[in-house]
């Protein structure tokens, strides 16, 4: 008992350590630096190598308080399993000649006083810890701004004051959503349609019209007071943060740097300006698919061309009128897309992922329309041969496994290199045209077959944009970042694939592809393997292939192997990965912080095919979220939350593992529920650190006010609207 209670006050304290970045001494001091002389290795040089000592040691920390972790996790909870079994089979009821309850009821007590004994100290400990953090703060007060530990894409500091500005527009929004609810109710009852099915008197609905109108000021009311009381606070003073990125954007313009979410991570990167326009240089010349036009801005004659086009399409009743006001463009609306890079860190020489912004292009909306016709018809058609999620691919991969798996079994992966700007504009729009006709349809949502292709081809030879002061039109592909440029790139590869995906089908073995990453599992030799991928290079010119082969293989986040004729499975993390998730103390409303631990969990049972490749997922995930300030109470939490949700009573041992591992895999996936907007209203406020307890307050009001209303019926959907994170804050990407 003295033992267990012992381990669980240090898995505790080292718990806080990792949560308040206070790793112990012996971890602490280590420092993996040492001097260059800067007047023999130039700057840039040298300032590579510091860095190379900050990761190393960075690394070192992280991985030094994993691995104490757990061990410290492990000790507690293998004492606390004995505990509890003690506690169990501990003699309860009297048996003939022993009386039992007054040494169960003392034992009881006992454990009892030394669980609390624990906890007090536990807490006095936590105290000091608190106290050496609050200190160290104030002796080095520029530490977070030389070392940024909460500087990352997603996380939002606390700003009330743009809250408070935005609420003035959304309380307007609140009060005409409900204005038209009313006036819903008041024409279906003129033409003598009910909602209800009940009697509802017209007096009673001008009642509750002036009960909307107080509602409505006493939400504005509530609000403002809340907001006011909360300012009259003196709250501890805090670190800075708007300071914080004005001093990093002045000093990036200062060095002539960019910082830029790096591609596929969740960190940022850091490189000069120079260096991007080189590489972006290199790659349009690579890819031929841009036109430089110079200082001359399309924008004009491209809105009034958009325009003029779906005007000729509606006087020759090609699209409704309906159609036509959906798709037309105002010009104080829209603006021309701009192009910036996505670094790959992760990749040798860092090279660029090209990306065109354009939410409000002239031909976004009909890009957007498009794509929500054609990618459903698409998924159905392709469903054998594609996956669009992990979980789906190691389900499909598993159940191939039982029967299939032998020592011969081969994992092959195949990068398409740049998918999106290497299809011919012409051949894409004819792949939609194929699909359609493969499927033998004449027409989709009301529109025949040629004009979805007449109005693919305006989409794709459209793509105009900005970058570096300049103006390009995309001549070649389709731009990365345009929704229909997705379901035409994967219309393109599913008929370049389909003799592939025969062809390893017919050998027995799996086919997929996730966009322009292709997997492969099948019984060949590795050389027969390789002629055959030699003969899939000439299908398509256009279609470049970049393959790997081997016993195991990494695809996506999913890591394989062929372990003695089993399947092997589990977490892959690239070389570029960083511990990071969403800060706790973002500006987050908690739901969400409480769903990361519960999803990354989820997926660590689903991906990890042993228990013990388990155990050291879990701890591992446990560690990266008490670096980013996770208590260690909810996240326990929300573990136990998982198996509760997956109807699991048991803690998940060795000799269980694979049977409630089966278990999550069967659950079935949740289907999309169809909204129906006539009985749902969705409203949405700035989340900020005053807004915590106000969807209580605001369902209380909606009740009091809209209960007997003749839009009783309506069921309020309360959303948040976050404020600009460090990404949109610092990363600026129109160079």
Not at 2 to 30: A, C, F, G, H
Not at 53 to 76: P, W
Not at 483 to 505: D, G, H, S
Not at 664 to 671: F, H, N, S, T
Request: charged letters at 25%.
């Amino acid at each position: 008992m003295k033992l267990w209670l012992t381990k669980n006050k240090n898995y505790q304290i080292l718990s806080k350590r990792v949560e308040l970045d206070m790793p112990p001494k012996i971890i602490d001091k280590v420092d993996f630096s040492f001097k260059i002389d800067e007047s023999i290795i130039i700057q840039y040089e040298a300032q590579a190598m510091y860095n190379q000592m900050r990761q190393i040691t960075k690394d070192f920390r992280t991985q030094a308080m994993t691995l104490c972790g757990q061990s410290a996790a492990r000790e507690n909870k293998i004492l606390w399993n004995e505990i509890k079994g003690i506690i169990e089979r501990f003699p309860q009821e009297n048996d003939d000649g022993f009386d039992a309850e007054p040494g169960y009821a003392a034992f009881k007590l006992y454990y009892e006083l030394r669980e609390k004994r624990m906890k007090l100290e536990v807490e006095q400990s936590l105290y000091f810890l608190f106290e050496q953090r609050v200190e160290g703060e104030i002796n080095n007060p520029e530490e977070e701004i030389i070392a940024p530990t909460l500087i990352r894409p997603k996380f939002i500091f606390n700003d009330p004051k743009t809250a408070a500005r935005r609420r003035i527009i959304e309380l307007a929004i609140l009060k005409c959503k409900i204005e038209k609810c009313f006036l819903h109710v008041l024409l279906q009852m003129l033409h003598n349609v009910s909602i209800t099915n009940k009697n509802i008197k017209k007096d009673k609905l001008f009642g509750t019209k002036i009960n909307q109108n107080n509602s409505i000021i006493e939400l504005i009311n509530s609000q403002a007071t809340q907001s006011q009381i909360i300012n009259r606070v003196k709250v501890k003073k805090k670190k800075n943060y708007g300071r914080l990125v004005k001093r990093l954007k002045h000093k990036f313009k200062l060095a002539n740097v960019t910082l830029q979410k790096s591609d596929k991570s969740k960190v940022f990167h850091l490189g000069k300006i120079e260096d991007y326009r080189k590489k972006s240089k290199e790659y349009m010349e690579k890819t031929q698919a841009y036109k430089c036009l110079g200082k001359e801005d399309p924008l004009p004659e491209l809105i009034q061309r958009t325009n003029k086009y779906l005007l000729d399409l509606r006087l020759a009743k090609w699209i409704t009128q309906k159609q036509y006001e959906l798709l037309s463009i105002k010009p104080n609306e829209v603006e021309l897309s701009h192009l910036y890079y996505l670094p790959k860190a992760h990749k040798p020489g860092t090279p660029l992922r090209p990306i065109i912004s354009g939410l409000k292009h002239p031909t976004i909306k009909i890009s957007k329309f498009l794509d929500d016709l054609l990618r459903p018809i698409f998924d159905g058609m392709a469903k054998e041969t594609t996956v669009n999620s992990r979980f789906e691919l190691v389900k499909k991969l598993q159940q191939w496994s039982i029967l299939n798996m032998s020592e011969n079994i081969i994992f092959c992966t195949i990068d398409v290199i740049d998918l999106y700007t290497m299809i011919p504009q012409v051949e894409g729009v004819l792949s939609l045209k194929k699909m359609l006709d493969y499927l033998k349809l004449k027409k989709v949502g009301g529109l025949k077959i040629e004009t979805i292709i007449r109005l693919s081809r305006f989409v794709m030879q459209n793509n105009y944009f900005s970058y570096d002061g300049q103006f390009y039109h995309q001549i070649r592909g389709g731009a990365m970042g345009s929704p229909l440029t997705l379901t035409m790139a994967n219309c393109y590869m599913f008929f370049f694939e389909r003799r592939i995906a025969k062809q390893i089908k017919n050998s027995g073995g799996l086919y997929f592809r996730y966009i322009d990453d292709l997997f492969i599992v099948v019984n060949w030799p590795v050389r027969h393997l390789l002629k055959q991928i030699d003969k899939w290079k000439n299908f398509d010119e256009n279609i470049k292939l970049n393959p790997y082969i081997g016993s195991f293989a990494t695809f996506l986040d999913l890591y394989m192997e062929n372990r003695d004729c089993v399947l092997f499975t589990t977490v892959y993390q690239k070389p570029s990965y960083e511990p990071y998730y969403l800060p706790f103390n973002s500006i987050h409303p908690l739901h969400m912080e409480k769903n990361i631990p519960f999803t990354m969990l989820l997926r660590v049972i689903r991906y990890c095919s042993t228990f013990q490749t388990y155990l050291n997922e879990r701890e591992k995930l446990r560690m990266a979220l008490l670096l980013n300030k996770y208590p260690n109470k909810l996240i326990e939490e929300q573990f136990n939350n998982v198996l509760l949700k997956c109807n699991i009573d048991q803690p998940l041992k060795n000799f269980n593992y694979d049977k409630y591992r089966q278990k999550v895999m069967d659950l079935p996936m949740k289907e999309k529920v169809m909204i129906d907007y006539d009985a749902i209203i969705f409203i949405h406020f700035t989340y900020c650190s005053t807004m915590k307890s106000f969807p209580v307050k605001f369902h209380l009001l909606w009740n009091k006010y809209f209960k007997e209303s003749p839009i009783n019926e309506v069921r309020p959907i309360l959303g948040t609207r976050n404020m600009k994170n460090m990404q949109r804050r610092l990363a600026f990407n129109m160079l």
